[in-house]
Every structure is written in structure tokens, then in C-alpha cells.
């Protein structure tokens, strides 16, 4: 096998697994309605869907204890090690969830597994996207910011998946018959592609970069922790944009059904539009950044967030129909594409080779713990305490400008790098 062969046999690897790792992660926000009346009855629904969500935001405490032992992993023993192992970790909470008796089953004890089910997954998705990132933007450093952006398109492709299977479900089978059982079938979905991802990576070859890192000289000999830390908190800061603005549009099939009165179908749909979106842009998002430079890309893009998110929002809630829903959804996806396409090879390029998918992992789970995990919940309780059906968007653009604010200042940090280097 020649050496381009091999490279997008190691990018397909890494592709189909970090897209079902993202399927079965998202396909609970998708069906939280549904696994909220069979995990957490209550007297109104408001506060059924809100222990739901709570229970999806609690699975990301696991998130950061993930990143460093599955990171420290990959710098040490290797990128594929440690998607391997993520790959198991993924397969065996996904089965839990698909398998779980209900709370009138077995009574506590069924919210109780779905949670550890959760800490699970979070633990392994926790070291998914450094070790995925780092393992993508190792392929080719002459197109570093196109082969990174593949890490978010494969989130696209979990997302687009996990919307399809939503719609098809809902078209076939009525409310009860979903709320029952239907809202299963996609975790038997991951449970049965674990196995397969695990097998895939498995084969998969190490990179080249890390294998002549290692050769060199050990992680030890190069780790300096004020530095990465203080690399890691600008990381942590880019990524939050990412995060909200991922989870906006996983949250706004949710609001649009409880706030603009639409049906299951076209909420599904809005969800197949950005996974489609993120699948097809982000690559786009990645072929410029290695033309203009991944960083300046990254500030322009946050700035359109920042410019972009109320405007389109407000003008959904204002003409409520179905094509107005469909061209916003649209329109915050390619926006949300744009940045986060290139944003894991701006991350990469903050870190060396010896400590990257660390690196990467922390930066990444720090955002989406503190700020991504608990988004949804925070657009629920924002607009409970504002009285306004606009407040989730307010949530978005404080994101967008933390994260402008940090590639200022990763921009500001190359620059007296480069002004050291010449001394």
C-alpha cells in the first residue's frame, strides 16, 4: 500500500470513528424529550426536560478527567492508542443507555446507570477530540488546517446522522409508539457500530510526526507546565464559541417546537441542515484557512458570529414558518461552520508535538465542560428568568467575543514568538 493510500485509510479511521463517538453523544439531545418522560418523570414537563438536560450537562464533569488521562495517553503511548481506547469506552456507555430499563422499571436505579452511562461517554469523548485532532492535523503540515477541519465535518456527519435516523423514526411511528420505544433505536445504532470503529482503529497506522517526536527526545524532557497552561487557557477560550454555537444549533429543534409551536418533522430537519452544513463547510472553512492562514481566518469568522447571531435569530422567532426556520438554521450553521472548520489546526500549531493531543484535549474540554455542557440549560433558565424568547442568542455572542478576544491574543503571542525567534 503506498504512502497516500495508507494516509486516507489512517484519515478514514478517524473519520467513521470520531462521527459515531458524535452520533452517540448527540442523539441524546435529539431524543431528550423522550428519554426525559422514561428517566425523569415529574409533574410538568418543564422540570422533566430540565433533569434531562441536567443529566446531559452532568456528563461533562467527566470531559476534563478524559482529556488528561486519554491525552497524557496519546503524547506518551500514541494518537491511535488512545482512540482506541476511546472507541471501547464510547461502545460500552452507548450499550448501557440502549439496554436501561425505565424509571418505572426499576425506579432510581434507572437514572442513576444513565448517568454513569453518560460519565462514560463524556469520559471517552474527553479524549476523542484531542487525540482525533491532533492524529488529523498530523497527516500533512502543508494542508494541516484542511485535514483538521475533517474533525469537525465528522462531528457533521454524526450530527446529520443522528438527525436522520430522529426524522425517519418520527415519520413511521406515532408519538407513544416513539416515547415507548422508538427513542432506543439510535443508541442500538452506536452500540452495534462500536465494535466496528474499535476494529478500524485497531488498524490504523501512527503518525509520522509523533513517531519522530518520539524518537527524538521523551515528553518529559519537553514539558514546561506555565506555558501550556497559559497556551491552554487561550485554547480553552477560542473553543468556546465553537461549543455554544454547536450546541445552539442542537439546541433550536428543541425551541422550536417548544417556543415556535413547530412540528417534530421540521425540527429534524433544522438538524439534518446543520449537520449537512457542518459537513460540507467546514472542509471549505479549512481549504481557505491554508490560504490566508488559519488564524486569520479564525478572527474573522468569530467576528461573524459575533455580528451575525441575533440578527438571524430574531428573525426567526419573528416569522415563525418553515422556510424562514430552514434559511436561519442555515445561515448560523455555515457561520458556525466557518469558524470551527479551521479552529483544531490553530489549536494544534499552539502546541508541540510532544504535548499536543494534551494540549488539545484540556483546551477543548475546558470550554465545553464550563461553557458547552450546560448550554442548553443555560438558553432554558435565560429565557425563564428574562421573560424573553430571544435570550439564547445573548448566551451565543458573549461566546463569540471571549473567543475573538483569545485569537487576538494567540495572534499577539505568534508575533513575540516570532520577534524571540529573530533575537
Known sequence: ???????????????????????????????VKAIAANFFPASDNASSLLLAYGTFGLSFVARPLGAIVLGRIAD?????TALVYASALMFLGTAIIALLPSFETI????????LVARLMQGFSVGGEFGSAAAYLAEQSEGRRALYSSLQFASQGLGMLSAALVGLTLSSLMSDAEFVEWGWRVPFVIGAMLGPIVYIIRRN???????????????????????PFLGRCAMGAGAVLACTVTIYFLVYVPTFAQTSLGAGPAIAYTTAVISGGTLLVVAPIAGMIADRIGALRHG??????????????????????????????????????????GPLPAILAELFDTRNRSLGLAISYNVAVTTGGGFAQMIFVLLITMTGSIHAPSYYVVFAGAVSLASLLLCRRMNALDRGMARV
Open 76 to 80: 506518551r503511548v500514541g494518537r491511535r
Open 107 to 114: 425506579g432510581m436505579i434507572a437514572p442513576i446507570m444513565l
Open 299 to 340: 478572527i474573522l469568522a468569530a467576528a461573524a458570529v459575533i455580528l451575525i447571531t441575533y440578527p438571524v435569530f430574531a428573525l426567526m422567532i419573528a416569522s415563525p414558518d418553515e422556510s424562514t426556520i430552514l434559511l436561519c438554521q442555515l445561515a448560523l450553521s455555515i457561520a458556525t461552520a466557518m469558524y470551527v
Open 1 to 31: 500500500m503506498n504512502s497516500r493510500s495508507r494516509r486516507n485509510r489512517n484519515v478514514a479511521a478517524a473519520i467513521l470513528g470520531n462521527a459515531v463517538e458524535w452520533f452517540d453523544i448527540l442523539v441524546y439531545a435529539y431524543f
Open 204 to 226: 490504523a497506522d501512527e503518525t509520522s510526526e509523533f513517531l519522530a517526536a518520539e524518537a527524538e527526545s521523551s515528553t518529559k524532557e519537553h514539558f514546561r507546565l506555565a
